[in-house]
């Protein structure tokens, strides 16, 4: 068992920068992915980023490419997302998974631990 556990939203304007913190415990060995989603009031739950276990392969969603980082301190067992240049179509839940069970990183069906979410709201 894993628990996740994110923190780090707000409510900032367009422009400004965040910075997400994803931490995990229950395991004694760091060795696996974790990713960030996002869910808006409406919609579906959809990749943010993704990294893997050594933070050397990093993923992104084409609509934060270049804007967000993943990155990850595996002697604290915790991931980051920062977040630049926001607009207010970032604004959502952001949830941390952990420990997916396929390739495709993208599918939140696929990750087996979640965080509760932490809401980030970018205003005009």
């Known amino acids: 068992q894993v628990q996740v556990v994110e923190s780090g939203g707000g409510l900032v304007q367009a422009g400004a920068s965040l910075r997400l913190s994803c931490a995990a415990s229950g395991r004694t060995s760091s060795a696996y992915a974790m990713g960030w989603f996002r869910q808006a009031p409406g919609k579906e739950r959809e990749f943010v980023a993704s990294i893997n276990w050594s933070g050397t392969n990093t993923y992104y969603a084409d609509s934060v490419k270049g804007r967000f980082t993943i990155a990850r301190d595996s002697g604290k067992n915790t991931v980051y997302l920062q977040m630049n240049s926001l607009k207010p179509g970032d604004t959502a839940v952001y949830y941390c998974?952990?420990?997916?069970?396929?390739?495709?990183?993208?599918?939140?069906?696929?990750?087996?631990?979640w965080g509760q979410g932490t809401q980030v709201t970018v205003s005009s």
């Open positions: 998974a952990a420990i997916p069970t396929g390739t495709d990183y993208s599918r939140p069906s696929l990750w087996r631990f």
